[in-house]
């Protein structure tokens, strides 16, 4: 059986939400073996290597008593090796531009110090150094940096010196980068989608753009986080990199829980946001300077105002919430018993895990919603040929159309014009769920033609201020003044007169049909027929809820308001 376009839209869609959901699990399970393992970490991070290292070093000034020149000693004992062939390397995290030396020998420079007549070329964070293998033997060994830090003199960062095999030191932040990268490229893949479903969906949800633009900036936190194994970034840079990804992780911490807030109809958002915001703000302020630490409060924050959020939706028991609710205090223990970098990676894949979750949720209310539309559409349009077909309408008018034709045959071709012309309209309206309003009015028109034959009552119509260009649903004012020819007392002379009038506003567009005549007196209201259900049901099919629909009695006769709001 052939699938229809919408179909198979769904259907990709689905396809789409499985495929990131397998794939972020895999990632999800792929990181608590890597790092959760302590046998599979050891394999790839440390050495056989068992050494001890001396901090009980003095820093002190070398050559001309400068603030900006240092010296750096601590002793390395190397007390066992397994594998002699395989080198060792040193791993330095310090400021500064400086030679290092192991035992009095030169064994590598990071950036280039200054000297008289030339100024300091900065050197990176971090460096690694390859020790000859004739000069690492078992006992103890001394570490010597000689260098300047002319940059950044107030920043308290102290020299840490680790030593490992050189090629897992090379090769242990190669994996981790691999990982990161395929998870930034899922995040990517999330973000451009969302972005092209809010872009070509007539209905620009909110909650879809705050997907995209979360599953966006995290694709940027890991490339900035992880941007350092790619660059050498001169340590007076250093601290940019920080801030960009503390500014970051602020954005995405507030935009979290605004999409839950969204998702779960959460009835105090505004207060929320404010709180949350207050609460970011403050901790951006009060640890200003401290970046990993402001980082992990901001998602601690995050997580926590999205917690009582899906709480709240497990309370009322909106769909969802349990599940996402389960998947926050996940993250939680995740990131209690990993390392804060990738215990924040983790639990943010589940978190998105639980947003994808809700997604699909989402997709298959509006695939139920859109069935019904369909079924609602299908009744509409039976429910408007049946205006004109019904044996009750066309006996009436037939019987009068004979005796027309029988007294004045003139006048009788007439009548039939102004029957086949309605037909033609109606025929051409059925499928439509807006036509252009002056196509309204000539319906309008030729069935007061026609019921001014059928009744001999005289029926004018009016109208004022119309916008050629606007639109309106099928047969909307045709039903009003069906009701108002089937409630109005016949004039003992003069006319019954239809007028139609428009008035457009900055927030609202309004129609406004008054019907000038003396309405009958009847036990039933006119407000429960079913013209009036079918125009109700016409304008939510239409325009949603963005609309209002009022007809009472008044002086002159019966006046009838739509009035439909813009969105």
Not at 464 to 470: F, T, V
């Amino acid at each position: 059986m052939a699938l229809s376009a919408s179909q198979m839209h769904l259907a990709i869609r689905y396809l789409f939400y499985l495929y990131l959901m397998y794939k972020s699990l895999f990632f999800t399970v792929l990181f608590l073996l890597l790092f959760s393992s302590c046998s599979y970490y050891k394999k790839y991070v440390t050495t056989d290597v068992t050494y001890d290292v001396d901090y009980d070093h003095q820093q002190m000034n070398w050559g001309k008593p400068t603030s900006s020149s240092f010296k750096f000693q601590t002793g390395i004992e190397i007390q066992k090796r397994e594998n002699k062939a395989e080198s060792l390397g040193l791993q330095i995290n310090a400021f500064g531009a400086f030679d290092v030396y192991w035992d009095g020998v030169f064994v590598g420079r990071n950036g280039y110090m200054a000297k008289s007549g030339s100024v300091e070329v900065p050197g990176t964070e971090t460096t690694y150094y390859q020790i000859p293998n004739k000069l690492s033997n078992l006992g103890k060994h001394t570490v010597t940096l000689i260098g300047t830090q002319t940059y950044c003199k107030e920043a308290e960062r102290g020299i840490d010196v680790k030593l490992k095999s050189y090629l897992q030191l090379h090769r242990s932040p190669l994996i981790v980068v691999g990982f990161m990268n395929l998870m930034a490229g899922a995040f990517l893949i999330a973000s451009v989608y969302y972005f092209f479903l809010y872009i070509n969906s007539t209905r620009k949800e909110l909650a879809v753009l705050l997907f995209a633009i979360i599953c966006l900036l995290f694709f940027f936190l890991l490339i900035i986080e992880y941007v350092k194994y790619y660059l050498d970034i001169p340590y007076n840079e250093f601290y940019t990199r920080l801030k960009i990804i503390g500014w970051l992780t602020f954005a995405i911490s507030m935009l979290v829980p605004w999409y839950f807030m969204l998702q779960f109809e959460f009835k105090r958002k505004k207060l929320f946001l404010v709180l949350l915001f207050i609460t970011l703000l403050a901790v951006y302020i009060g640890y200003y300077g401290h970046y990993d630490i402001s980082a992990a409060y901001f998602t601690i924050t995050a997580r926590f105002f999205s917690i009582v959020i899906a709480i709240d939706a497990t309370i009322r028991r909106a769909k969802g919430g349990l599940i996402v609710a389960a998947g926050l205090l996940a993250g939680v223990v995740v990131n209690y018993f990993m390392f804060y970098d990738f215990g924040l990676f983790i639990a943010f894949t589940i978190l998105v895990l639980c947003m994808l979750y809700l997604h699909t949720i989402r997709a298959k209310a509006m695939e139920e919603a859109h069935n019904a539309s369909l079924l609602l559409s299908s009744r509409l349009q039976l429910e408007l040929i049946k205006k004109n077909i019904q044996p009750h309408f066309l006996r009436n008018t037939l019987t009068s159309l004979i005796d027309w034709i029988e007294e004045s045959p003139k006048e009788g071709v007439v009548f039939i014009r102004a029957l086949a012309e309605e037909f033609d309209i109606m025929n051409d309206i059925a499928e439509d769920t807006l036509i252009p309003i002056r196509q309204e009015i000539d319906l309008c028109r030729r069935h007061l033609e026609i019921m001014s034959f059928r009744k001999e009552i005289c029926y004018e119509w009016q109208e004022e201020g119309i916008d050629e260009n606007d639109t309106i649903p099928p047969a909307t004012f045709h039903t009003i003044i069906e009701n108002g020819i089937t409630h109005s007392l016949s004039p003992k002379q003069g006319c019954i007169v239809f007028s139609l009038s428009f008035a457009k506003e900055k927030q609202f567009k309004q129609y406004t049909l008054l019907t000038l005549a003396q309405n009958r007196h009847t036990k039933k209201e006119r407000r429960t027929g079913t013209g009036f259900k079918y125009i109700e049901a016409r304008l939510t099919e239409s325009y949603g809820t963005n609309w209002s629909f009022d007809s009472h009695a008044v002086e002159k006769g019966w006046e009838t308001t739509i009035k439909i709001f813009e969105k």
